[in-house]
Structure formats: structure tokens, C-alpha cells
């Protein structure tokens, strides 16, 4: 085979390579979920949250000399109390910051070190409309990820946890 071919072949293979979007992938209660990673804007370590006497799930926490809003994300996914409660007190958690709509900035609160992951175009499924309404699992999109036969990935949509 000639030097020519070597690069034709290479340059077939390139252009047959299906796109990919990457993603920040994490685990909350037994469900793992992930966001497009152009929709975080940094991961940090989750200092003390404050501003939420009533238990809602909506407070503050200082971010960069400013106030940041903390959405509870597993109560907004799952209609639940926020699965910290159930974690070691030495366990480290995390605060995914997120870029919303006029550049403003939100965090999500989540448990377990997230993770970045490549996944193809053709990885996103759609779920059934039936699964969407009964409501099991809020806040996702009407995709999600299947990397391959151990993990499925629910697609958030940052619109709706806002």
C-alpha cells in the first residue's frame, strides 16, 4: 500500500466518525443524569447553603464574592427531600455551576463527583410520552442517553429545573 492510500484511508475514516456532544454525567439517589458540558460553567467543592428556613429547596451561597441561588436539584428531579441528608458528613459534595438564561449563573447541588463523558448523536433515545406524564422523574428532557447496555443517562433540561 502506497503513502497516498495510507492518507486517503485516514482521511475516509475521519470523515465517516459520527459527531459527539460532551457531557457532565452524575449520580443522584440510583439514577444517573448528565447536562451538556457547554451548559456548565464550573465544578467546585459545595460550601455551607443558607436562606432556606422553609425547607423549599431554593437558597444562597457565596460564589466568587457574590450570591449564587442553590437549586436542590434531587427534590426538584425526584419530589423528594434532598438526598444529602442520608450522606457521611465527611462525604465531599459538589456544586455544578450552571449558566441560565442572561448570563446569570445557578447551582445544583449533587452528590457524588460528576464525570465527563463523549457520547455520539445516535446515543440519544427518546423516551415515551407515557413515561414523561406519570411524572417519575422531573426535569428531563425527552431524551435520554444510552452509552451502552449497563448505563442509561437522563438528559436534564436546564430550563425546567430552573
Known amino acids: 500500500m502506497t503513502i497516498d492510500s495510507h492518507r486517503r484511508s485516514r482521511t475516509l475514516r475521519a470523515k465517516t466518525k459520527e459527531n459527539t456532544q460532551q457531557m ?88 457524588s463527583p460528576p464525570s465527563m463523558l463523549r457520547v455520539a448523536k445516535s446515543a440519544f433515545i427518546p423516551l415515551p410520552d407515557i413515561y414523561l406524564t406519570q411524572d417519575n422523574i422531573r426535569c428531563i428532557s425527552s431524551t435520554f442517553i444510552q452509552v451502552n447496555e449497563q448505563n442509561s443517562f437522563f438528559l436534564l433540561d436546564v430550563h425546567q429545573l430552573i
Open 24 to 111: 457532565i454525567t452524575f449520580l443522584l439517589g440510583k439514577e444517573w443524569f448528565a447536562l451538556p458540558i457547554n451548559k456548565i460553567q464550573k465544578v467546585v467543592p459545595l460550601g455551607q447553603i443558607y436562606g432556606d428556613p422553609q425547607g423549599k429547596g431554593i437558597g444562597l451561597t457565596h460564589y466568587q464574592g457574590q450570591e449564587l441561588m442553590v437549586i436542590d436539584v434531587a427534590r426538584r428531579i425526584f419530589g423528594m427531600e434532598t438526598l444529602s441528608v442520608h450522606l457521611d458528613r465527611d462525604q465531599t459534595r459538589f456544586l455544578l455551576i450552571i449558566n441560565v438564561e442572561n448570563e446569570q449563573m445557578v447551582g445544583l447541588p449533587i452528590d
